[in-house]
């Protein structure tokens, strides 16, 4: 793996790194596959009982890579929909970890950034980071992190800020229910430790069966659903808009409706 990395220490508890900061750890289609596999790997590792998602760099993570969604404007309908396949497969990877998904994040959180906050179980990041869901300033939509993030937020909360590409700070972020708390960037470490905590001194099989039971008495994000938010962007992208937005990002000017 080049994009993540796993660490693991003697308790049992495994850290998997978004290690692309260089691209403030932009999802791209090799780090979408990747954190697949090591969900695949620390899924069936029995001695891992704790997962934190945590991120190099100054970002968490600034969305999807702007390259990556730049080049499906070439591609056909059907590769476009396995492109858009990726982010909600990779969500869906994190997400269906039996263990207790702990995210930490350090930094900014833009659009897909948020949506890995939203498949943790308990989120814990720093006072100064920003969030939002800033794909409509791109003539895009939020679809495949859609899902997820209604299911950790709520419909009422997310029509706060779901489509109107705002930028909310950490303890807004807490109150709309995506932060669990937020903390100055030199307790953040501390925070988290608190959080990992409690987990070591329960039974192991016990704790994933109780969030098993969670799951299904919340109500898991279905098929369905993520299929109906694939077809959506999939469809977006191929809209005037869309490209007039893409390409006024890269060309540093302002999108026509702004």
């Known amino acids: 793996m080049t994009e993540v990395r ?31 596999a090591a969900c695949a790997a620390l899924a069936g590792d029995e001695t891992v009982r704790v997962v934190v998602l945590a991120a190099e760099g100054k970002s968490f993570c600034a969305g999807g890579d ?12 059907a590769t476009r929909r ?75 909360a997310a029509r706060e800020v779901f489509m109107n590409g705002r930028i909310f700070s950490a303890p807004e972020a807490v ?26 001194s329960c039974a192991p099989q016990a704790v994933r069966e109780a969030k098993a039971l969670l799951n299904a008495l919340a109500g898991q994000v279905t098929p369905e659903q993520v299929d109906m938010a694939i077809d959506a962007l999939a469809a977006r992208w191929e809209t005037d808009e869309a490209r007039s937005g893409i390409s006024a990002f890269f060309d540093k000017r302002p999108a026509p409706w702004a």
């Open 82 to 156: 396995t492109e858009s396949r990726r982010i909600a497969a990779a969500l869906q990877a994190l997400a269906g970890l039996p263990q207790p998904l702990i995210g930490r994040v350090q930094g900014n959180a833009l659009g897909g950034g948020v949506g890995l906050i939203s498949v943790c179980d308990v989120a814990v990041g720093v006072e100064t980071a920003k969030l939002g869901f800033t794909e409509v300033r791109l003539g895009l939509i939020p679809a495949n992190i859609g899902p997820f993030v209604v299911a950790k937020m709520g419909a009422r």
């Open 175 to 200: 109150r709309l229910g995506l932060l669990t708390r937020c903390v100055g960037p030199e307790a953040l470490d501390a925070a988290l430790e608190a959080e990992i905590a409690p987990y070591l």
């Open 6 to 36: 796993i660490e693991r220490d003697a308790r049992g508890v495994a850290t998997l790194w978004l290690s692309r900061a260089e691209k403030h750890n932009a999802l791209s289609a090799a780090m979408m596959g990747e954190i697949e």
């Open 66 to 77: 702007l390259a990556w969604m730049q080049a499906q404007f070439d591609m056909d309908g």
